[in-house]
């Protein structure tokens, strides 16, 4: 009657190990996958590719003008966002709120930036669509945001974008009640702030002909 737990003990210690050892395995794989996934988003090349080829995110994509042969009578809502990170001293806003397109027709639409602060500032834009899922066929033509802009002192700038929505948005079933889409821009702040640093260190004169004239200012020390 001693030896009888005994046995159970063994038996419930034997049943148990392959359990355990598939419990760890499965963390482990897991853990393997999510690091993955992890080092492929947290390297911003491949994050970007990534976004670009799916519409990930809301993010758009950048094309050619379209092909009058691919426009449609259907009409999409888009509506305009605009955002500035609290470390900008810039306003920045929409000038017009929403416009109504035709699927495949070129269109084009201006923000307006203004730089409040008393320096140039170099800012750069980020940007995406929403529903998350129009990103796909979201297609920018030209815009202020595929490069920085630098705004001197009190200086206001009108910038456009000019875009339009591919018609295939009606022939996928996860988009094909898309009715409205909101581009949206948050500028920030660039890290590169070289060219508005030489914008500073740079006066402008006037001579005794009343001639407007520049001269670079060297930084002392």
Do not use: H
Request: charged share 25%.
């Amino acid at each position: 009657m001693t030896k009888q737990p005994d046995k159970i003990k063994r038996r419930t210690t034997v049943t148990r190990e392959p359990k355990t050892r598939n419990g760890v395995t499965a963390v482990i794989l897991f853990g393997l996958v999510a690091g993955m996934t992890g080092l492929a988003f947290a390297s911003d090349p491949l994050y970007r590719i990534f976004c670009k080829v799916t519409g990930y995110g809301g993010t758009t994509q950048v094309a050619e003008a379209p092909a009058k042969s691919k426009i449609v009578d259907q009409m999409v809502t888009v509506r305009f966002d605009a955002n500035v990170n609290k470390l900008l001293p810039w306003q920045f806003k929409p000038v017009q709120n929403t416009i109504k397109v035709r699927l495949g027709e070129q269109a084009i639409a201006f923000y307006e930036a203004t730089n409040v602060s008393d320096k140039p500032i170099v800012g750069t834009a980020t940007f995406n669509v929403a529903p998350f899922k129009a990103g796909e066929y979201f297609n920018k033509i030209e815009c202020f945001c595929f490069t920085e802009q630098v705004l001197k002192p009190g200086q206001m700038v009108q910038m456009p974008v000019t875009f339009y929505v591919d018609q295939s948005i009606i022939k996928d079933r996860n988009t094909v009640d898309v009715k409205s889409i909101t581009l949206s821009y948050t500028f920030f702040a660039s890290d590169d702030q070289s060219e508005a640093e030489k914008l500073q260190t740079t006066q402008f004169i006037t001579d005794e002909k009343d001639t407007i004239i520049s001269r670079e200012v060297v930084p002392k020390g």
